[in-house]
């Protein structure tokens, strides 16, 4: 049930349910942690532009507040894959250039025409495009994509020229304008792999291609958040960076700290449950795990229905400053920490005690990459998939006020 429906059949003011929800378990997202980490990627890039990548709800951590904190704090362009995300965010006001690159014959280009959103190209698209564009009255703004090497999306090199050529004569008609060449990297990530430097060469002749079909374009990006901080020969006019603007580092080895990143989302909750139990007792589906010795047992209501990944076993969370294993099997709602033998005095304080999964590593407190470590997954992975059953609570936000207002130090409940 949502806020909204339990406040219509009287069981609380939507704003005393959010909140109760938020105290309860939430995922705080440290605006100010993002304008942090868009402000490093500004001074990297420059003196090209930074696209602040926010598909997928920003990574889990909301998209129409990261899209303004990014705004804020340096970024010119914002990057998502559907159109249906680029819409939502101009519902929400947000008025900036902004790209979607992944499409179906069921996308909307012709909201996306009429919202000003540009949109990737990479074949079939072209006729969709220009059909709203004739619909809409208005040129579609579109960005070019050709397959360097990662097999995806994009043209391949084979037809980029077909391609050119196609997107020219609509571009002569009027029904469109070509704003950007683009590509993908495959393997950034693993800085010592040649590959990013075939995929690069490979970009630099469509690019010379583009100019000799009479192209002229306002910018031309192949950067993600790995090409970004390693290779400063892929920047061109605009680099895209996703995972870096929410502080988590691309690299095995590299810390977010030792690359001057904050981690902008903490996953906490408060402890369930707290109880004595003797040596042997079995935890969970499965009774996969026993004590070996009297201990103390911490119930977690984090399962894999809020994110936590269910092959995480092992994972760490810290409870009043001390870290803990995840032991037996991630259940739906919730996890079991083991937390020793504990005198009554020590167990009191641990009732209700605040539970975190990971946050920003302060401290050596749990972080998404050792989440990401223990179900051996990306911290990609581990950031995105926290559900919508986690409420998003923000903390440092700007208020909408004139620039020069004092900061706002609230959760948005
Ligand atoms: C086309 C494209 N560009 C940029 C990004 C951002 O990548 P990263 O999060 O590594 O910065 C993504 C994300 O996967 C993407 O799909």
């Given at each position: 049930?949502?806020?909204?429906a339990?406040a219509?059949?009287?069981?609380?003011?939507?704003?005393?349910?959010?909140?109760?929800?938020?105290?309860?378990?939430?995922?705080?997202?440290?605006?100010?942690?993002?304008?942090?980490?868009?402000?490093?990627f500004?001074?990297?890039?420059?003196?090209?532009?930074?696209?602040?990548?926010?598909?997928?709800?920003?990574?889990?951590?909301?998209?129409?507040?990261?899209?303004?904190?990014?705004?804020?704090?340096?970024?010119?362009?914002?990057?998502?894959?559907?159109?249906?995300?680029a819409?939502?965010?101009?519902?929400?006001?947000?008025?900036?250039p902004?790209?979607?690159?992944?499409?179906?014959?069921?996308?909307?280009?012709?909201a996306?025409?009429?919202?000003?959103?540009?949109?990737?190209?990479?074949?079939?698209?072209?006729?969709?495009v220009?059909?709203?564009?004739?619909?809409?009255?208005?040129?579609?703004?579109v960005?070019?994509?050709?397959?360097?090497?990662?097999g995806?999306?994009?043209?391949?090199?084979?037809?980029?020229?077909?391609?050119?050529?196609?997107?020219?004569?609509?571009?002569?008609?009027?029904?469109?304008?070509?704003?950007?060449?683009?590509?993908?990297?495959a393997?950034?990530?693993e800085?010592?792999?040649?590959?990013?430097?075939?995929?690069?060469?490979?970009?630099?002749?469509?690019?010379?291609?583009?100019?000799?079909?009479?192209?002229?374009?306002?910018?031309?990006?192949?950067?993600?958040?790995?090409a970004a901080?390693?290779?400063?020969?892929?920047?061109?006019?605009?680099?895209?960076?996703?995972?870096?603007i929410?502080?988590?580092?691309?690299?095995?080895?590299?810390?977010s700290?030792?690359?001057?990143?904050?981690?902008?989302?903490?996953?906490?909750?408060?402890?369930?449950?707290?109880?004595?139990?003797?040596?042997g007792?079995?935890?969970?589906?499965?009774?996969?795990?026993?004590?070996s010795?009297?201990?103390?047992?911490?119930?977690?209501?984090?399962g894999?229905?809020?994110?936590?990944?269910r092959?995480?076993?092992?994972?760490?969370?810290?409870?009043?400053?001390?870290?803990?294993?995840?032991?037996?099997?991630?259940?739906?709602?919730?996890?079991?920490?083991?937390?020793?033998?504990?005198?009554p005095?020590?167990m009191?304080?641990?009732?209700?005690?605040?539970?975190?999964?990971?946050?920003?590593?302060?401290?050596?407190?749990?972080?998404?990459?050792?989440?990401?470590?223990?179900?051996?997954?990306?911290?990609?992975?581990?950031?995105?998939?926290?559900?919508?059953r986690?409420?998003?609570?923000?903390?440092?936000?700007?208020?909408?006020?004139?620039?020069?207002?004092?900061?706002?130090?609230?959760?948005?409940?």
């Amino acid at each position: 049930m949502t806020y909204e429906a339990a406040a219509d059949i009287g069981i609380g003011s939507r704003a005393s349910i959010a909140k109760s929800a938020v105290l309860e378990r939430s995922a705080v997202i440290d605006l100010d942690a993002v304008r942090h980490n868009v402000r490093q990627f500004v001074g990297i890039a420059s003196p090209a532009a930074v696209m602040a990548v926010v598909k997928a709800d920003a990574y889990g951590h909301g998209a129409v507040q990261v899209a303004r904190a990014a705004l804020d704090a340096g970024a010119a362009w914002l990057g998502v894959a559907h159109i249906s995300e680029a819409l939502a965010l101009r519902a929400a006001g947000v008025d900036a250039p902004l790209l979607a690159w992944l499409h179906t014959r069921e996308s909307n280009f012709q909201a996306a025409v009429a919202a000003g959103v540009d949109v990737g190209v990479s074949g079939w698209e072209l006729e969709a495009v220009v059909a709203a564009a004739r619909e809409q009255e208005r040129p579609a703004r579109v960005h070019l994509k050709v397959d360097t090497g990662l097999g995806r999306n994009g043209c391949t090199i084979a037809d980029w020229d077909q391609l050119l050529g196609q997107a020219m004569e609509y571009q002569d008609q009027g029904l469109l304008r070509v704003v950007g060449i683009f590509s993908h990297l495959a393997v950034a990530d693993e800085p010592q792999r040649t590959e990013t430097d075939d995929q690069l060469s490979l970009f630099r002749e469509a690019i010379a291609m583009a100019e000799d079909a009479g192209v002229d374009t306002e910018v031309r990006h192949i950067a993600n958040t790995p090409a970004a901080l390693s290779r400063p020969d892929s920047h061109f006019d605009l680099v895209r960076v996703g995972l870096g603007i929410y502080g988590l580092s691309p690299f095995e080895g590299a810390t977010s700290a030792e690359l001057g990143l904050r981690p902008a989302m903490t996953v906490r909750t408060l402890l369930s449950n707290c109880k004595k139990v003797p040596q042997g007792q079995g935890v969970s589906y499965g009774l996969n795990y026993h004590t070996s010795e009297e201990s103390t047992l911490g119930l977690v209501p984090l399962g894999y229905a809020d994110g936590v990944p269910r092959i995480a076993t092992g994972g760490p969370v810290q409870v009043n400053g001390v870290t803990y294993p995840v032991v037996g099997r991630i259940a739906m709602d919730q996890m079991v920490i083991d937390l020793g033998p504990l005198s009554p005095e020590a167990m009191a304080g641990l009732k209700g005690a605040e539970a975190v999964m990971f946050g920003n590593g302060a401290g050596g407190g749990p972080t998404a990459d050792d989440w990401a470590a223990a179900a051996g997954t990306n911290n990609y992975e581990i950031v995105t998939r926290i559900s919508p059953r986690v409420p998003r609570s923000y903390v440092n936000e700007l208020p909408e006020a004139p620039a020069g207002a004092g900061r706002a130090e609230t959760a948005a409940l």
